[in-house]
């Protein structure tokens, strides 16, 4: 937890540059509840079934998700990655083998890209090197295995990126803020918390 605490620290010194992005008010109020959505897509935690995960940087975090509606899950190297949601993989890496704070490591980071029904999709960010199972073109189901979790590009500690985006048409692409099944039910996450993947892969709403 010691990672933890030097991260906590570093949020206090930056923790005054804060995103003016108007979808950070809209998250806000859809942790809260003020904003009701009954509609949306429920995804699953991209871990497996029975863990929980700290999430260590949620939506538009100062660290380095100033303009991101990204979400950070603390995860030890080698740790197994699922889909969050069914796609078809559009887009991976796996070859990159630097990992570290400086952004010339950006450029390393494996990832995977999903892409949904709806035209949205998932990113998986930090997989380690050789660390993608899926190719491109997979279909993959919802809680399929798709990587292994590692520490390659930007970043100051194992864990998992995730971000999920989609196309407006006459715009550009828009994040997409997303709710997510845990054990205490749908739920907006938010940094600082922890949240458990139910026992069972079944996924309720409520
Ligand atoms: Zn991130």
Not at 26 to 33: D, N, V
Not at 145 to 155: K, V
Not at 159 to 172: A, D, E
Request: net charge positive.
């Amino acid at each position: 937890m010691r990672v933890v605490s030097l991260i906590a620290f570093l949020f206090l010194i930056i923790s005054c540059s804060v995103s003016r992005n108007p979808l950070r008010e809209q998250i806000k109020a859809l942790q809260k509840g003020a904003i009701k959505d009954d509609t949306s897509f429920v995804y699953q935690l991209p871990f497996e079934p029975g863990k929980k995960r700290f999430v260590v940087q949620g939506y538009f975090g100062a660290f380095s998700h100033k303009e991101r509606a990204a979400l950070d899950f603390k995860m030890k190297k080698g740790t197994k990655v699922l889909a969050a949601r069914e796609g078809v993989v559009i887009r991976l890496r796996e070859d990159g083998d630097k990992g570290g704070l400086k952004k010339e490591y950006r450029q390393f980071g494996n990832f995977v890209i999903i892409q949904h029904a709806d035209s949205s999709r998932s990113g998986y960010w930090h997989l380690q090197q050789n660390g993608v199972v899926v190719n491109v073109g997979d279909t993959v189901k919802q809680g399929q295995w798709i990587g292994i979790s590692g520490n390659t590009g930007y970043t100051a500690f194992p864990h998992l990126h995730f971000i999920v985006w989609k196309s407006v048409p006459g715009s550009q692409w828009q994040q997409v803020p997303t709710r997510f099944q845990t054990q205490k039910g749908v739920r907006y996450l938010r940094a600082w918390k922890w949240y458990k993947r139910n026992n069972s892969t079944e996924t309720k709403t409520k």
